[in-house]
């Protein structure tokens, strides 16, 4: 079973984005060798309860990975759904719009990648894009941002009422954390492939970056799709709340395989 995570970790109206909750660890037992083998616990259970999902083709599950620059969303991807069958789990990269999205509206993109009866689609980066990094730039006003908020919490409970389960994650890591992720990549020559200079570029804009994500968190926190803000300057601990949520929200949904086919039950083979 999921540990029962309280409403710490959920985004209210008046959440502010504090830098130093980005190292806590609450959830850690202290021993990261014990939390890495609650992770992988955590994500059998969560391969089963996919199983589940798909056989019963009713339910429909959308994780949301937002976060800067080397916070972690592949990582996460990686450790939490380790066990899933890539049958009945999907992973959408949302990068730069291309001419033909660009001549669409800013969700149609995002719309044709959302989970199917019996999937997980888990959204690496995700239409929040455009109400965080067009709004750093100025490339939409303030007005403009503020009715994309509305479209996409529009958008979100629309998914919601019928019948997809949403959880959106911010990673949250420190600017100090983010320096050494980078400077990782660089020292690494296993890792320049991860590298990005535009990323450097990115990491100019912080405060600003701060900023828009407490506004965005603030009013797209609904009770239908609320955020949880996952402290992840710690890789571990992220994956291991990030689990926990998973596998809870799964449990929620009362899984279970299919009832037996009685036609089936004396069919015998030559």
């Not at 984005?17 to 190292?23: D, G």
Request: hydrophobic share 40%.
């Amino acid at each position: 079973m999921a540990k029962k995570i309280g409403p710490q970790f959920i985004v209210h109206p008046k959440f502010v984005l504090k830098e130093s909750e980005a190292s806590t660890k609450p959830l850690s037992s202290g021993n990261k060798e014990k939390d890495r083998a609650a992770i992988q616990a955590l994500a059998a259970q969560i391969g089963l309860q996919q199983q589940m999902l798909y056989a019963g083709h009713k339910h429909k599950v959308l994780v949301i990975l937002q976060g800067m620059d080397t916070s972690g969303k592949d990582g996460t991807v990686n450790d939490v759904f380790a066990a899933v069958n890539p049958q009945g789990i999907r992973i959408a990269n949302f990068k730069g719009p291309t001419a033909i999205e660009l001549a669409h509206d800013y969700l149609w993109r995002v719309h044709a990648q959302v989970p199917v009866a019996g999937e997980i689609a888990v959204f690496n980066r995700s239409h929040y894009e455009d109400v965080l990094i067009t709004r750093v730039h100025d490339w939409i006003d303030d007005k403009e941002c503020q009715r994309r908020y509305r479209q996409i919490n529009d958008f979100e409970r629309m998914l919601w009422e019928t019948g997809t389960v949403v959880l959106k994650f911010f990673l949250h890591i420190s600017k100090a954390e983010q320096k050494s992720r980078l400077q990782s990549r660089l020292d690494d020559p296993n890792k320049h492939w991860k590298f990005d200079p535009q990323d450097l570029a990115e990491r100019k804009f912080w405060d600003a970056y701060q900023a828009r994500y407490q506004e965005v968190l603030r009013a797209t926190s609904t009770l239908h799709a609320p955020w949880y803000v996952v402290p992840a300057d710690s890789k571990t601990h992220r994956n291991l709340l990030v689990a926990n949520l998973v596998l809870e929200a799964l449990q929620k949904l009362k899984l279970k395989f299919p009832d037996a086919k009685p036609e089936l039950k004396n069919l015998k083979f030559d």
